[in-house]
């Protein structure tokens, strides 16, 4: 895998594999002070966090393409949007996917335990 191609993955799938992680290794230690606000939060309160922090690496890894060279920068302002929004949008339903493929699996395995 080249540096492009994992940019590229996490601007999509990667964005939202690596925030459904993240959150949840940040939920098993519950070491720190926002480690354990988070832990607090409703699960509705806790997906919203999770799309934040899945269009945060997202648009993180959007900018380093440009920086990098490998996409070509929006024009005007509205292209911006555009751009960005696609970005973060691709990366939450990626991001939907993968908590249905880990987390459900997960607790389907867990039901089915004597």
Same mark, same amino acid.
């Given at each position: ?11 999509g ?19 720190t ?5 988070? =832990? ?7 997906r ?10 997202? =648009?993180?890894?959007?900018?380093l ?21 696609? =970005? ?6 990626a991001?939907?996917?993968a ?8 607790? !389907?395995? !867990?039901?089915?335990?004597?």
């Amino acid at each position: 895998m080249t540096l492009r191609e994992g940019l590229l993955w996490l601007m999509g799938a990667g964005a939202g594999v690596l925030a459904f992680w993240l959150l949840d290794r940040m939920e098993a230690s519950a070491s720190t002070w926002f480690e354990r606000w988070f =832990v607090a939060l409703s699960a509705e309160d806790k997906r919203y966090a999770a799309f934040g922090l899945t269009g945060l690496i997202a =648009v993180a890894a959007y900018l380093l393409t440009l920086l990098m060279g490998y996409s070509v920068a929006p024009g005007p302002w509205r292209s911006w949007v555009e751009e960005l929004f696609s =970005v973060v949008a691709s990366a939450i339903v990626a991001s939907q996917v993968a908590h249905g493929r880990i987390a459900l699996r997960r607790r !389907d395995i !867990d039901q089915h335990e004597p």
